[in-house]
C-alpha cells in the first residue's frame, strides 16, 4: 500500500473529508503538512524510525519519522497496520495531561511517502540520559519530584484504562530549565508492529508475545500462567524505575537475560537496595515490585505517599496542622492546575496545540 498523499488529499483532510475518519472512530486528529515541519537536528533511529528535534511554525517539537518498511507484507497486513496507526493517532490526541507528553497530529506525507508524528519536545532527552549524565546534582527533594511527577503521569493514564507496558527511565522525558523544579512527562509513543496502547485496564489479553522490556518486566508477563494481566504491570515497572532514579544505575547491568528471567518468574531476584536508602522510598519500591499484583499499590495511592515524603522535605515554615492540611488539599489543587494546564495547552477544537499557537494556526481533521 502506497502511504503517500497528494496535497489534494491533505486539503481534503482539512475539510473534513478524509477517506481514513473511520479508523480514528470520530475523534479530531491533526494533521500537519510536512511543508510546515523544519529538521534542525536527528536526536537518535531504531527499528521503527528516526526521530528529529524540529521546529513546526516556531516551536520546538519532536518528530519522529516511520519507516515504510514498518507498514510491509500483504496487501491485508498492510491496511491492518496503517488502521492500528491511525487508531493509536487518535488515542494519543486524546491525552492532555501535565506530565503526559503532547501529541500534536501526523504527518501523512512525509518523504518517499512515509507517515511521521509530531509531539512535545522536552529539551533534556530521556531521564535515563539525565541520570548517566547529572545523577550527583539530582538530590533528594528533585528525584522525589521527578518520581512524582511521572507518577501522575501514570495516575491519568490508568485512569484512562491505558496501560502501557514498558515504563523505565528511558521512556521518561524531563526539562531541567528550572534548577528548583525539574519537570517529567511520561512519553506515550508509536510501537508500530505491535499496537495496542489502548488495552483494556483491567484483564488485559497480551497476545502475540511478550511486551516491555525484560528488567522492568512484572513476573506474570514472563511466567505464562495466565494471558490476562492487569494495570499493576505498570507498577511493578515503576517500581524497577524508582531504584533507576535512586541509584542512576540500570538493573541487572551485567546479567544475562536467561538468569534476569529466572530470577524475575522465581521471584528471587529484585535490584539491590543501597543501605543510604530513605525508608519509606524503600517500603514504596518493595511494594511496587511486589510479586502478588493485588499487593501492588495503585498510581493514585502512591502519588499519595510520594506528595508526603516530598512535603517532609519542605523547609519547616508550617506547624503540625498546616502540614495535615496541605498534604489534604493536595489533591485537590493539582487537580485544579492539571485541568488549567490542560486548559490552556489546548485548541477550541480539544487537541493539544503547542502554547505560542494558541492563537495563530491549528489544522485538523473534521
Same mark, same amino acid.
Request: proline share 4%; glycine share 8%.
Given at each position: 500500500?502506497?502511504?503517500?498523499?497528494?496535497?489534494?488529499?491533505?486539503?481534503?483532510?482539512?475539510?473534513?473529508?478524509?477517506?481514513?475518519?473511520?479508523?480514528?472512530?470520530?475523534?479530531?486528529?491533526?494533521?500537519?503538512?510536512?511543508?510546515?515541519?523544519?529538521?534542525?537536528?536527528?536526536?537518535?533511529?531504531?527499528?521503527?524510525?528516526?526521530?528529529?528535534?524540529?521546529?513546526?511554525?516556531?516551536?520546538?517539537?519532536?518528530?519522529?519519522?516511520? &519507516? &515504510?518498511?514498518?507498514?510491509?507484507?500483504?496487501?491485508?497486513?498492510?491496511?491492518?497496520?496503517?488502521?492500528?496507526?491511525?487508531?493509536?493517532?487518535?488515542?494519543?490526541?486524546?491525552?492532555?495531561?501535565?506530565?503526559?507528553?503532547?501529541?500534536?497530529?501526523?504527518?501523512?506525507?512525509?518523504?518517499?511517502?512515509?507517515?511521521?508524528?509530531?509531539?512535545?519536545?522536552?529539551?533534556?532527552?530521556?531521564?535515563?540520559?539525565?541520570?548517566?549524565?547529572?545523577?550527583?546534582?539530582?538530590?533528594?527533594?528533585?528525584?522525589?519530584?521527578?518520581?512524582?511527577?511521572?507518577?501522575?503521569?501514570?495516575?491519568?493514564?490508568?485512569?484512562?484504562?491505558?496501560?502501557?507496558?514498558?515504563?523505565?527511565?528511558?521512556?521518561?522525558?524531563?526539562?531541567?530549565?528550572?534548577?528548583?523544579?525539574?519537570?517529567? &512527562?511520561?512519553?506515550?509513543?508509536?510501537?508500530?508492529?505491535?499496537?495496542?496502547?489502548?488495552?483494556?485496564?483491567?484483564?488485559?489479553?497480551?497476545?502475540?508475545?511478550? !511486551?516491555?522490556?525484560?528488567?522492568?518486566?512484572?513476573?506474570?508477563?514472563?511466567?505464562?500462567?495466565?494471558?490476562?494481566?492487569?494495570?499493576?504491570?505498570?507498577?511493578?515497572?515503576?517500581?524497577?524505575?524508582?531504584?533507576?532514579?535512586?541509584?542512576?544505575?540500570?538493573?541487572?547491568?551485567?546479567?544475562?537475560?536467561?538468569?534476569?528471567?529466572?530470577?524475575?518468574?522465581?521471584?528471587?531476584? !529484585?535490584?539491590?537496595?543501597?543501605?543510604?536508602?530513605?525508608?519509606?522510598? !524503600?517500603?514504596?519500591?518493595?511494594?511496587?515490585?511486589?510479586?502478588?499484583?493485588?499487593?501492588?499499590?495503585?498510581?493514585?495511592?502512591?502519588?499519595?505517599?510520594?506528595?508526603?515524603?516530598?512535603?517532609?522535605?519542605?523547609?519547616?515554615?508550617?506547624?503540625?496542622?498546616?502540614?495535615?492540611?496541605?498534604?489534604?488539599?493536595?489533591?485537590?489543587?493539582?487537580?485544579?492546575?492539571?485541568?488549567?494546564?490542560?486548559?490552556?495547552?489546548?485548541?477550541?477544537?480539544?487537541?493539544?496545540?503547542?502554547?505560542?499557537?494558541?492563537?495563530?494556526?491549528?489544522?485538523?481533521?473534521?
Amino acid at each position: 500500500m502506497d502511504q503517500s498523499i497528494s496535497d489534494a488529499a491533505i486539503a481534503e483532510m482539512e475539510a473534513g473529508i478524509y477517506g481514513l475518519q473511520t479508523f480514528v472512530l470520530g475523534h479530531y486528529v491533526q494533521i500537519i503538512r510536512n511543508a510546515d515541519l523544519e529538521e534542525l537536528q536527528e536526536l537518535g533511529s531504531g527499528t521503527f524510525g528516526t526521530v528529529y528535534h524540529g521546529r513546526w511554525r516556531g516551536t520546538d517539537v519532536a518528530i519522529k519519522r516511520i &519507516k &515504510k518498511s514498518c507498514f510491509a507484507g500483504r496487501l491485508s497486513e498492510q491496511e491492518r497496520l496503517t488502521k492500528d496507526f491511525w487508531r493509536e493517532a487518535q488515542i494519543l490526541s486524546k491525552l492532555h495531561h501535565p506530565n503526559v507528553v503532547a501529541f500534536y497530529g501526523v504527518v501523512p506525507d512525509g518523504p518517499g511517502g512515509t507517515l511521521a508524528t509530531v509531539t512535545e519536545f522536552m529539551v533534556n532527552g530521556s531521564l535515563r540520559h539525565v541520570l548517566l549524565r547529572k545523577s550527583r546534582a539530582l538530590d533528594r527533594r528533585k528525584k522525589l519530584l521527578i518520581a512524582r511527577d511521572a507518577a501522575f503521569g501514570m495516575e491519568y493514564l490508568h485512569l484512562k484504562n491505558i496501560v502501557h507496558f514498558d515504563l523505565k527511565c528511558d521512556n521518561l522525558l524531563v526539562n531541567l530549565g528550572d534548577p528548583q523544579r525539574p519537570i517529567c &512527562k511520561r512519553m506515550m509513543d508509536f510501537q508500530v508492529g505491535d499496537f495496542g496502547l489502548s488495552r483494556i485496564k483491567r484483564n488485559t489479553l497480551v497476545s502475540g508475545g511478550v !511486551r516491555g522490556t525484560l528488567p522492568w518486566m512484572a513476573p506474570e508477563l514472563l511466567n505464562g500462567s495466565s494471558s490476562r494481566v492487569s494495570e499493576k504491570v505498570d507498577v511493578f515497572s515503576f517500581g524497577i524505575a524508582l531504584w533507576e532514579i535512586l541509584t542512576g544505575e540500570e538493573p541487572y547491568a551485567n546479567m544475562h537475560c536467561g538468569a534476569i528471567i529466572g530470577g524475575i518468574v522465581s521471584n528471587t531476584l !529484585r535490584p539491590p537496595i543501597p543501605e543510604r536508602c530513605d525508608t519509606e522510598w !524503600r517500603k514504596l519500591m518493595e511494594e511496587c515490585w511486589s510479586p502478588d499484583p493485588a499487593a501492588r499499590p495503585s498510581f493514585t495511592v502512591i502519588t499519595d505517599r510520594l506528595r508526603v515524603m516530598s512535603t517532609a522535605l519542605q523547609p519547616k515554615r508550617y506547624n503540625q496542622v498546616d502540614i495535615i492540611l496541605k498534604a489534604k488539599l493536595g489533591k485537590s489543587i493539582a487537580h485544579l492546575v492539571t485541568k488549567a494546564y490542560m486548559n490552556r495547552g489546548r485548541g477550541t477544537n480539544g487537541l493539544s496545540v503547542p502554547r505560542k499557537m494558541l492563537h495563530s494556526y491549528n489544522v485538523v481533521v473534521h
